[in-house]
Nanobody
Framework: QVQLVESGGGLVQPGGSLRLSCAASGSAFSINAMGWYRQAPGKQRELVAHMPNTGTTNYADSVKGRFTISRDNAKNTVYLHMNSLKPEDTAIYYC?????????????WGQGTQVTVSS
């Protein structure tokens, strides 16, 4: 079993920056990939950024050039650095971690953190 704890959301003005963090903890697990999703009111959850163990990164077109995903593997932590924020980035952001545990794969979700971009 893996627990995820997110932090870093809040209210920011358009053009501002925020950094989200998500730390994974538990026992007897290895991480395959970590990523971030978001869900705005009335919309489906969508992928924001994804980073498997290969170190490659994938981004939604809407955030390319503004958001950066990074990982600290020693701390089992994934970050989302968000710059040039726009009102349309307002959403609940969820981290996602895919793990191997005793030969089985699991997906875990963070509790979600609210990001509001408004003047």
């Amino acid at each position: 079993q893996v627990q995820l704890v997110e932090s870093g959301g809040g209210l920011v003005q358009p053009g501002g920056s925020l950094r989200l963090s998500c730390a994974a903890s538990g026992s007897a697990f290895s991480i395959n990939a970590m990523g971030w999703y978001r869900q705005a009111p009335g919309k489906q959850r969508e992928l924001v950024a994804h980073m498997p163990n290969t170190g490659t990164t994938n981004y939604a077109d809407s955030v390319k050039g503004r958001f950066t995903i990074s990982r600290d593997n020693a701390k089992n932590t994934v970050y989302l650095h968000m710059n040039s924020l726009k009102p349309e980035d307002t959403a609940i952001y969820y981290c996602n971690v895919n793990t191997d545990e005793r030969g089985l794969r699991f997906d875990y979700w963070g509790q979600g953190t609210q990001v509001t971009v408004s003047s």
